[in-house]
């Protein structure tokens, strides 16, 4: 019996090994390679090709092609690409490993070249586990709900960073270290972003700490992912305003159409690509909470053109690739703009007749907008041309080319990007004041003479107490009747309202965040949500926009009030947990009561 055995040992081992053999040369063979269209538009798409491990062990470093008709590849990101029809694209070495159960994805943008939109099959020899070709999906044009498919799946983790054995934290589909000396929230340990194990065990079912990162057995202590009820806990810590559960997974899935988020990058201080605590964090919130967002400055005039007929696309592409990339959508903000510090100095100095000015001015819209042309989902053409019922003289472009200026950006801007929404932006027109009345008679002379134009953008840097819901609903049904869209484009809401009868400083303010701050703000968020869910049909919402993921990074510390005192006014913490307007934005998206 005991040679038998251990020759059967023996050749189960030679088996074992041979196979392991087998597997250095031709690799595993287990993976399914799906190759994904996440944006469909007339000229071109942008898909993914996202590799799953369904094997037993571990992959490590991969490398896939396919071929198209007449379709090519103009960029791609997070692989690195070679060839020209074929494509070859081979992983970036720190998304090179892929446990059993997880996934690696990456992007492109392709450009159909008077072809369809072709889904080729993909082979390499990870891929051939599924009988050497690809299954392909579609999800064109389903941005808002595709990822929360996506990541409801275990299978779909995707790594931040490469993945190592012991406990980590899935969170929300992307795996991250779990904190050792952090309490709570997000930590930075080892050079790195970290997550606290009861922040982490606090998300729904399947998310939660999983061992050697691979299966997710999430000790869940939070209440149902489903949006059944908004009973939410919240509690404040030390460090950080009142952060907490929500009663959903995630905004951008509640709705279909864009919840956004203004967001810093490039050169910015608190760039979301940072790698450090900061950096991190914003990632983790927009690419859970988000479907959209807009560059806080990056997209401005100086920023992009600095120099005539020299742009600098680079710090934007950067976040344009990465939003597309994460399935995010982008908003532009904005082509034109008065104000000072963001003209570029060339445009300052400009002299020229009329017709100079429209000249460079369309060489501007044109420019930017012909660049982004299909990745972004809308523009700020003109933004804050009005002051009450008349024009911003102070804007340089009015005293050069005077209300024409507008027209000629809308006009550049359709030509260069047929296919982007083309948005009015203006603060202050919540309330109906003059300056609302006076972009409404632009607007009704635009549509009867055929100026492109989309939607109007509110602003929205509104008070706890000011402007009245009534008015806003006034104002946002007054734009649907023109059959325009409606875009909150930069809402945050401090808890103090300097212009208020009772606020003085430093006597009489708000000056920390209690529950009772929080419950207004709460309520308030929902409110303004609400009284847009009811105001405007679907087909004309242009989504809501929140300008800042958290709250000590909010432009109105330093804008608006004495001493920049903090004014918590966003839907995040410092330690990037959900405050209670975040569940206050959630309640109304879900069409629950404000309370
Ligand atoms: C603000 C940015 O948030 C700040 O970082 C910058 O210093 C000034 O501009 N209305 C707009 C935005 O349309 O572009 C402004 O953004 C906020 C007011």
Redesign the pocket.
């Known amino acids: 019996m005991l040679p038998i055995r251990i020759r059967s040992l023996a050749s189960s081992l030679m088996l074992g090994l041979g196979l392991a053999m087998g597997s250095v040369g031709a690799l595993a063979q287990t993976a399914d390679c799906n190759y994904i269209i996440s944006n469909d538009w007339n000229s071109g798409l942008t898909g993914a090709i996202q590799i799953t491990n369904t094997g037993s062990s571990s992959i490590d470093g991969w490398s896939v092609s396919w071929e198209y008709d007449a379709n090519r590849v103009t960029n791609a990101w997070n692989t690195q690409l070679s060839g020209d029809n074929p494509y070859t694209a081979t992983d970036m070495g720190w998304n090179g490993t892929i446990q059993p159960g997880q996934s690696v994805e990456f992007g492109f943008q392709v450009n159909k070249n008077g072809g369809g939109s072709e889904v080729p099959e993909v082979t390499g020899d990870v891929c051939s586990g599924s009988g050497g070709s690809s299954s392909a999906s579609s999800q064109a044009s389903s941005q808002l709900s595709s990822s929360s498919e996506a990541s409801s799946e275990s299978s779909s983790i995707s790594s931040s960073a490469p993945v190592t054995g012991g406990s980590q934290c899935n969170w929300y589909g992307t795996l991250y270290p779990l904190c050792e000396n952090t309490e709570s929230g997000w930590g930075w340990e080892n050079n790195e972003s970290c997550i606290a194990p009861s922040t982490c065990s606090s998300q729904p079912d399947p998310y939660g700490i999983v061992e050697g990162g691979a299966s997710s057995s999430a000790s869940s202590q939070s209440s149902s992912s489903a949006p059944a009820s908004s009973s939410s806990s919240f509690s404040s810590s030390s460090s950080s305003s009142a952060g907490g559960d929500l009663t959903f997974e995630s905004l951008r899935n509640l709705v279909d159409f864009p919840i956004g988020v ?1 967001v ?1 990058a490039g050169n910015e201080t608190n760039s979301i690509f940072d790698n450090d605590y900061e950096g991190n964090g914003q990632r983790g919130v927009i690419t859970q909470h988000f479907g959209q967002v807009t560059a ?2 990056i997209m ?1 005039m100086s920023y992009l053109h600095n120099e005539r007929g020299n742009f600098t696309f680079g710090n934007a592409d950067e976040l344009v690739d990465w939003a597309i990339s994460n399935n995010v959508g982008v908003h532009g ?2 082509l034109v ?1 008065h ?1 000072d510090y963001q003209v570029p100095n060339w445009m300052q100095n400009f002299q020229g007749t009329e017709e100079e000015w429209v000249e460079a001015l369309r060489e501007h819209v044109s420019g930017v907008a012909s660049h982004f042309a299909g990745r972004v989902d809308s523009w ?1 053409v003109v ?2 041309a009005f002051v009450d019922d008349g024009y911003r003289t102070d804007s340089i472009f009015y005293q050069n080319m005077g209300e024409r200026y507008i027209e000629e950006a809308f006009i550049a801007a359709r030509d260069a990007d047929p296919d982007a929404d083309l948005y009015y ?1 203006d ?1 202050s027109m919540e309330n109906g004041q003059p300056k609302f009345d006076r972009a409404m008679t632009m607007a009704e002379d635009f549509l009867q003479r055929g100026v492109p134009i989309d939607g109007i953008g509110f ?1 929205f ?1 509104v008070f706890i107490d000011w402007p009245s819901t009534t008015s806003m609903r006034e104002v946002f049904s007054r734009v649907v009747d023109l059959g325009l869209k409606v875009k909150i ?2 809402l945050d809401i401090p808890v103090n309202n300097p212009y208020g009868n009772d606020y003085s400083y430093p006597d009489n303010y708000i000056a920390e965040y209690t529950d009772d701050a929080a419950q207004r703000q709460k309520v308030r968020f929902c409110q303004i949500v609400e009284a847009y869910l009811a105001e405007v049909p679907p087909a004309q919402r242009g989504g809501v926009t929140v ?2 993921v958290f709250d000590s990074d909010s ?1 109105l510390i ?2 608006t009030f004495d001493n920049n005192h903090d004014e918590w006014p966003l839907l995040f913490n410092d330690d990037f947990e959900p405050k209670p307007p975040a569940q206050g934005v959630g309640d109304a998206l879900m069409g629950m009561p404000c309370q």
């Open positions: 203004a810093p806080g400055n401005k903000h904005a703009w104000s700020d933004n804050e932006n603060f602003q840097h484009t930069e300008w800042g432009w330093e804008q």
